[in-house]
Each structure stands twice: as C-alpha cells, then as structure tokens.
C-alpha cells in the first residue's frame, strides 16, 4: 500500500505554486480546516465552497477540496451551527475533508487565475497588468501580478473576439445561464486587450493606463463603468480638437467585456489540476488523484434579453 503525503507537504506544494504573498491585502486565502497529520489521497477542485459542492466532495471521498473562492471574506467570532458556514465547518472534519483557498493568491501566480483566462482567450506577449516583484518567479521568465495585459495575433472585430470570450469562458470555465455584456462598437477592430478575472472595476485607471482596445472582466457596475466611458469619450473629443488628455490614441477606448464572475475564474482549474498533482508527485514522489467538479455556482438561474413572444 503506498504512502500518501500528508496536508502538510500537500500545503507546502500549494503554496509554492500559489505563494500567500502575493494575496491582496484584506484577503486571507491557504488553509482553511484541515489536519495537517491527513493523508492526501484525492483532491477536488470547484469554483465556491458552497453547501453542495461540499456534499460532492464528501461524496466523492475528497481527503482536500481546494476552492478559489474563500469560505470566509471577514473575521468571525463562532463556527458553531447558527450559520452555513458553521455547518461546512462541521461537516469537512466530521468526513476527513480539508479546505485549501487559492483567491488572490492564485489570481495572481504563474498559470493561475489570470493567466489561464488570458491563454485561452489566446493572448500573447502577455505580461501583469499589476505587477509584483519576485526575483524567483522573474529569474525563471515567469512574470507574475494581478491580471494579465497582451495582443492577439492579429486583429478581429470586437464582436468576434467577445463570442470568443463567450465560448471559451462556457466551454473551459463553467457553464451558467448568463451570457457576456460588451460595450463598444462591435465591428471596431480590437487586439490588445487586459483581462482580470473577477471583480475589475477598481482597476480602470491601470488599465486605460496600459493603453489596450479591449478589457475583460466580470461584475461591472453601473455608475463606474459610464464614468469610464464618459472619461473615455472626453478625452477622445479633446484629442480630435488637439489638445491630449489621458493615454492612447483617439478612440474611445478601452472597450468592455463582463462576464460571468466563477464562470471566467473557473478556468483556472484547466491548469491546477495538472500543475497540483505533478507538483505533489514531484515533492512528494506520490500522485493523489483529483476531480474538478464543474458544478454551476454561479447564482444565477435565468437571465431574460427580450419579452416573451
């Protein structure tokens, strides 16, 4: 029979593969119950710890669920059975299963969140839209940060490129029963572009700052999106009379692709779940078995475009 890591040396892996450093300040991703003494011998993967998923990876015989979204976003005072958390508390040790959280921390890694989303968009010459310093990870060529920044190899038609990003994000992400919003003139060619994963909105300025066609990223609001494409709109009439405002040239851009959030964050597990195992069996020289479960988490169970006929 062999031996199987234990949590400790699976954590280890994990966070070397995804260092808590690189975690946004008010997140606290890594370990979230667990025995560290637990042997490893199935890993699942999903999108949100949710109730169901849980049941599923309980069900499956999941010794580590390894989750995007945390299970906790702010400091609490109980775990006991007033609340659903609790309960996922409860029932993860009562059935041997620990909780791993990769959020911003994996947002941010090499082949993590924003990589993937940007490779499957097709994206090349690809660098962080947020930058952070790691000799380690730039002496290996591999350049890590928040979001990713690149070009298509060649030009396409905004609506061509936002099918893509419909397709891909559905096909290799999870599918959910919302489809993508875009803002732009859709035959406008696009190529380059920003992605972020997840809530983007705060970064507008970082992005209009990298002078890209297009951004790609998920929960936009109302009111900053219209002050973006106000701002947008501004200064291209001030370019067009010669006076120059702001970055880039005199359109208005950058244009907007939002899409489902765990949908396009989902696609990060394309990578992990090669990337964890292999890295394990490097380590550890033993390989756990693991599963991504594809279960929809998205909220969402409709999403109506027209009146009905």
């Known amino acids: 029979m062999k031996r199987m890591p234990n949590l400790k040396q699976v954590i280890d892996v994990l966070e070397t593969l995804y260092p808590l450093r690189y975690a946004e300040s008010w997140d606290e991703p890594g ?3 667990g025995d560290l003494s637990q042997s490893i011998g199935k890993i699942v993967f999903a999108a949100d710890p949710t109730s169901a998923i849980v049941d599923q990876a309980i069900e499956a015989g999941a010794d580590l669920l390894i989750t995007h979204h945390p ?13 659903f958390r609790g309960d996922i508390v409860r029932r993860l040790y009562q059935y041997g299963c620990a909780l791993w959280v990769g959020h911003t921390n994996a947002d941010s890694a090499w082949r993590g969140v924003g990589q993937a989303a940007a490779d499957h968009f097709g994206l090349i010459d690809q660098k962080p839209l947020v930058p952070i310093a790691d000799p380690d990870a730039e002496c290996a060529g591999h350049p890590v940060g928040l979001g990713r920044v690149g070009r298509l190899p060649e030009p396409i038609a905004l609506g061509d490129f936002a099918q893509r990003v419909f397709d891909e994000v559905n096909d290799h992400g999870m599918a959910t029963a919302l489809g993508v919003q875009v803002c732009g003139d859709l035959d406008s060619p696009v190529e380059t572009v920003a992605v972020l994963p997840g809530s983007g909105d705060s970064l507008f300025n970082e992005v209009r700052a990298a002078g890209v066609d297009v951004y790609v990223t998920s929960d936009l609001r109302h009111h900053p999106v219209t002050d973006a494409i106000e701002q947008a709109r501004y200064e291209a009439r001030m370019r067009a009379a010669g006076i120059a405002l702001g970055q880039g040239d005199a359109r208005t851009r950058p244009y907007l692709i939002n899409t489902p959030h765990a949908a396009i964050e989902s696609m990060w597990f394309n990578y992990a779940v090669e990337d964890v195992p292999a890295a394990i069996e490097t380590a550890t020289g033993e390989r756990p078995d693991v599963t991504w479960l594809h279960t929809t988490t998205d909220p969402w169970t409709l999403s109506i475009t027209s009146h009905k006929q």
């Open 31 to 33: 370990l979230i119950v």
């Open 71 to 83: 299970l906790y976003f702010r400091a609490v005072h109980e775990t006991g059975g007033l609340g």
